[in-house]
Every structure is written in structure tokens, then in C-alpha cells.
């Protein structure tokens, strides 16, 4: 059983879509705790709804990102988890949290890498022109949505779409594709050499 610390800053769709899979048995998994930089973000009212521990590391306490970082590590160690994932942590975290993690960190992006990196990829999208577009889970490294890719879902662009309809269509896709990834590890089928990753 996969043994989860979800990081979130927001609404946390993607965390009740990942507590979904677990509950229905497609992601054999545990949520050990959500931690959020965000007192109010809606993805710890999921959470504690659930009696899964809920988190606020407060990010303004002075002691600047590397004190900040080393709370949040100090959090997500605390709970021994398997891997963390990123559900819409609006945060980039550090070299020195990547490395010292010590587990994998999954993080999903709302377009099709490395198109796209970085805020607002759906309305990169529609301004770019792009026919397809789509979502990436990706593991994380040091850059900006620059880990090397899992697995991506393609979605078309339409002629008429503006942000917010090509990013629920994306979101759709969001949902089922993080719990696939995530059960495809919690069975041992990700592997990952250097940049590339084989799905076994
Ligand atoms: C999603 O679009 C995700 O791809 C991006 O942030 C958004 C989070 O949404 N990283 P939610 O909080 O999971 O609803």
C-alpha cells in the first residue's frame, strides 16, 4: 500500500480525486496527511472531512524559504511516506527539498510538457494556438515542471475555447490520470533511468 503525503494549495480536486480512487480500490493507497502553505485552502477541508491529518506550514514565518522548506520537509518526514505528491502546490520547491525528500515527488501540470511550463498553461495554450493540449505527471526535480515525464493525456483544443473551458476539459483528464500513475507505482511499474521512464 502506497503511503502518500499530498501537498496542496488550493482547491484539492485533485487530492478528492486520488481519496476517490483509494475509496473505490482503483489506487491501492493511503492518504497519510495533506499539508498545505495555505491556512484556508479548501484541500485541507477534504481532508480533515476524511480524519486524514491536516496541515498548515506557514510559509510567512520569517525564517525564509530554506527555514520554510525545512519545516515542510520536517512535516512530510514526520509521516514517512512512500512518495509526496503535488496537487496543486503553488509553490517551487527547493534543490535541497528535492534531494533530502528521499522519495520520489509526483506533480501533475495542466498541458502537455515541455510545452507550456510554469502558471496559467490553459490560457498559454488557447493564446499559443495550439490544437491538442492536455495534462503531464512528471516527477520532480529542481526546475519548473522540468522532471522527467511519466505519463501525459492528449486533449483537444477547440476552435471556441477559452481558459476556463479547455481547463475543465484538462481537469477531467487531471483526475483519472494522477490515480493511474500513482497505482502504476504503488505496483512497482515505474521505472526511471536519467530522463526516461518505462512504464513496465
Ligand atoms: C491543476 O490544474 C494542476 O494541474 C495544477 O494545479 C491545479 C490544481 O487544481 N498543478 P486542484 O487544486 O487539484 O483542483
Redesign the pocket.
Known sequence: MLRMVVL??????????ILKAIESGRLSGQVAAVISDRED???LDHARARQIPALWVNPKLGDGKAGYEQRLLAAVSACQPDCIV?????RILGSQFVHEAGVPIF????ALLPAFPGLH??AQAVEYGVRYSG?TVHFVDEGVDTGPIIDQAVVRVLPEDTQETL?AR??AE??KLYAQVLELYSQGRIRREGRRVTIL
Open positions: 496542496a494549495s488550493g482547491r484539492g480536486s485533485n487530492l478528492l480525486a485552502a479548501k484541500a503535488l496537487a496543486g502546490y503553488m506533480n501533475i501540470h495542466p498553461a490553459q495534462c481547463s484538462i481537469l487531471e483526475h
